[in-house]
């Protein structure tokens, strides 16, 4: 009993947190970005990491689909150019694209939006900032 309401909980907080913003209509379009000095100016440090996923249960490939889109939108692509992708079994869709690029004392930042679809409509999108440096992997804000 006390490992369910701990998993209520986990859930619970994924759902509300303030990280996710939860769109009620959804026509084809970003909204405009909103980005805080504290994203620009605050330090990377975190990996590819759950977050990612918007608190949606996507499966194992559709979570290797979706980061290939986002590491290729914030590899080859310029800023608002969308990456789309969909899921095997067609339940999830999503684009990404990235809002804004600035350099680094060592290397450079990206300001990326991603937008994931379930089938039965309901939408998630989240902002963030990938920086890269010289030699090394994307590291990412949240």
Do not use: H
């Amino acid at each position: 009993m006390k490992s369910k309401v701990l998993v209520l909980i986990f859930f619970l907080s994924i759902a509300c947190s303030p990280n996710y913003t939860y769109l009620k209509v959804y026509n084809d379009n970003f909204p405009p970005p909103t980005i805080s000095e504290e994203m620009i100016w605050g330090s990377n440090g975190n990996l590819w990491n759950g977050v990612q996923y918007l608190g949606f249960n996507l499966k194992k490939e559709d979570k290797l689909t979706f980061r290939s889109a986002v590491y290729f939108t914030l590899d080859q692509l310029e800023d608002y150019k969308i990456t789309n992708w969909v899921s095997n079994d067609k339940k999830y869709e999503g684009k990404i694209r990235t809002v804004r690029s600035f350099p680094t004392s060592d290397g450079y930042c990206r300001v990326y939006q991603t937008i994931i679809i379930k089938k039965n409509n309901a939408v998630r999108l989240f902002t963030n900032k990938a920086c890269k440096k010289l030699t090394y992997s994307w590291t990412f804000y949240k």
